[in-house]
């Protein structure tokens, strides 16, 4: 762990400046507002090490896969979320000495992020030139209430001199991207100008020819004169005036940010202008006024309150937060990438974590049609799903999803994901039963879901072979989850979410062929399904599917060969050489037994009803000692399954862990971006872990567990129109419903 971070139970603070620590709080205090996101990057000049992130939903460029060599299938590119103009940039100057906190001397810094109200502040001291202090203050956000919108807040206040201050705030849309392949250029400039305090930049994304504009407009508290510049994809407004000892220079930078997803490319400019000046005429104040009464509308349906124990209250507020902040539900064209706005890795693509881990968040903490518009999201890719998997030589339209899209196309670039996890398609079917559960929405099945499901269960269908040795079907060179093992035979989850997909279609074609006989007639036609003979297909392999299993207990191995392995625990690895993916050879991690995140037991956790207690207890008990949660995925689901066994502890543990992965930086990668999607998996471990909540019979159960550090806790969720609002404490529990 990594730990630098104050505690308290509504704000993420810093205090002190460490520039080691400066790109991990670049990320941890990462602000937006489900449209565009920005890091905590400084609004002055910074010289040190730095990842300037400007980010903007749904724009992407397919940056062409680098690989050694090329196999047949492979995707050609890897989509990456796109580092966009920098539009906090506003450089000082103060009697022609520029502020730069990797140079200047700080006297001291603070930095704030607060959640309940979605603000991010810094207070620095720093003395600049020849002796002379100044204070400076900068206040910023992305307006949840005007999503095109941002503001920032810049005073300059001098402490033992009076002098002259400069201002030079600008838009730099000459960016490029960290993680770029052959460092290539995204963008292309398109128009940039500048006059007086307003100016704006427009650029194309090469390929896709996404456009984004970017506008801003100023004000400052003392009279001056303001001088205008530009260069290419760059804009900038200069003012400079004197201020006397004590007094402040007080700038406040409006913005308006527009792409080509929410208005015509020709057009993109003058929407981002009139966006800034809509914002710079409503005034910083009442902006933020709307923007915290947004805030507090969605505190109100989300927080979760744990009384006794700070650390714990702080994180999961900071995991709902930075959920609420990456996806509104507001456009189905934009879903939740595992880095949201706070880095660059892993593409800011949508992967399985979407269906696993973020739906039952929003399913739960918001109205219906969010969690809905994210299983649309998946069935307007159906086509690109059918298409990825005949690229693979699959036919008769099975559907593949892809491990990572922007679009619906596979776009990720290591084979042993894109080609061998296949276990995502499971995830996606396992969420349209998990919706229709919770919200009792079966036209979604009869509207969108059966083509999905129809598509998926071909998909296995055809992955599955007969081995005459086992006299059963099997599934060959596959990953799970668990990524430490590659290529492996006869994954456990694998082969038993492919069969549960088989029954779910078999349960979902019979009841729009009884609910729905017209839609069933046209989904029959548009797919050429074969009912009869496909559906004997099925039944056999659900009937048939070999599982491998620990001979005489219950334990249900991950895959073929496990045993073979030196069985160690993770309590068996030194410390020095964790996380391991950062010290072992990827050779080394796969000879070993140390599992990435969990695999089997994401089974457990998904079908619970299918398995006893017995079975669970005997399955945690083998796995969790060997597990080293190097995935962020990892610890939700171990907490979930420890607080069902009763394992208060070992919940406690991994909610702590999964909690505070980002904040107190577990597996040393906060410096790249947080952990979004995981996120989700927190308020899971809560709720469904220590909040015991199931849906059985159309109703919600609850059968709570407190922790022992804990004095009490409470929390809502939405079910069917109805809210549900459980109090835990020492005394008990009790559960009211309504408003």
Known sequence: MIRYLHTDPWRIIQKGFNPKHQRSSESIFSIGNGRFGQRANHEESYSGETL??????????????????????????????????????????????????????????????????GLLTRRFSAIIGDGKQVDVEAMRFCSMSRDAQAAIRYSVTPVNFSGVVRFESCLDGDVRNHDANYDERFWAPVDQWAEASSGGVVTRTRKTEFE??????????????????????????????????????????????????????????????????????????????????????????????????????????????????????????????????????????????????????????????????????????????????RKLGFTGGAALYPMVTMNGEECHNEWEITFEEIHRNGAIAYAIWNYIRYTGDHRYLCEFGLDVLIGIARFWSQRVNYSEPRKGYVILGVTGPNEYENNVNNNWYTNYIATWCLKWCIEALDYVKTHDPKAFAEKALRYELNEEEERTRWMDIISRMYFPVLEGTDVFLQQDGFMDKEQLTAADLDPLERPINQHWSWDRILRSVFIKQADVLQGLYFFEDDFSAAQLKANFDFYEPRTVHESSLSPCVHAILAARLGYEEKAYEMYMRTSRLDLDDYNHEAHEGLHITSMAGTWMAVVQGFGGMRVQDNQLLFSPMLPARWEAYQFRVLFRGQVYTVFVDRTGHRVEVGS
């Open 212 to 389: 984004l504009a970017v506008a801003m407009t100023h004000t400052l508290n003392r009279e001056s004169v303001w001088e205008a510049f530009t260069s290419q994809a760059r804009a900038a407004c200069a003012t400079e005036v004197r201020v006397p000892n004590g007094h402040s220079a007080v700038l406040h930078k409006y913005v308006g940010i527009v792409s080509s997803l929410h208005a015509p490319a020709a057009q993109a400019g003058e929407e981002a202008i009139r966006e800034s000046l809509a914002a710079r005429d409503t005034g910083f104040e009442a902006m933020r006024e709307e923007h915290e009464a947004r805030w507090a509308s969605i505190w109100s349906t989300v927080d979760i309150r744990i009384d006794g124990d700070p650390e714990a209250q702080q994180a999961i507020r900071f995991n709902i937060f930075q959920l609420n902040q990456t996806y509104t539900g507001e456009d189905a064209r934009l879903n939740i990438g595992p880095k949201g706005f706070t880095g660059e890795k892993y593409g800011g693509s949508t992967y399985w974590d979407t269906e696993a881990y973020c739906l039952p968040f929003y399913m739960s903490t918001k109205p219906q049609q969010v969690a809905r518009q994210l299983l649309i999201y998946r069935y307007q890719h159906l086509q690109q799903a059918i298409e990825n998997a």
């Open 52 to 117: 300037q992130g400007s980010y903007v939903a749904g724009v992407y460029y397919p940056d062409k896969t680098r690989v050694g060599w090329w196999k047949n299938g492979y995707p050609e590119y890897f989509a990456k979320v796109l580092n966009s103009t920098n539009w906090i940039g506003i450089r000082v100057w103060v009697d022609g000495a520029e502020l730069d906190l990797a140079s200047c001397q700080l006297i001291d810094f603070y930095r704030e992020l607060d959640m309940r109200r």
